[in-house]
């Protein structure tokens, strides 16, 4: 049995992220929040390569173990560390 890729799509992570993991910062996690949030976070989420875009369709993915914490660290001001991620 193949392992469970540590990879998802990045809209459905998006919508997890927003309403089930941190309801708290009241973003709604709709297709239009993730536009917005990965236009102006995108090359920091690449550059951590927590987030890549996909060779055959336009299907943004990111690292679903890595994600969380960094994004979060990120949305609320702290200066996310790459290296404990």
Known sequence: MPSKSKWGKGRAWWGRFC??????????????????FHQ????TLAGQDISRR???RAEIIVDVERADVFVFDLLTGKAPDAEAQ
């Open 54 to 56: 996909s060779s055959t």
């Open 40 to 43: 102006e976070h995108g090359e």
């Open 19 to 36: 309403t089930e993991l941190h309801p708290e910062l009241g973003m709604s996690g709709t297709r239009t929040s993730w536009n917005h």
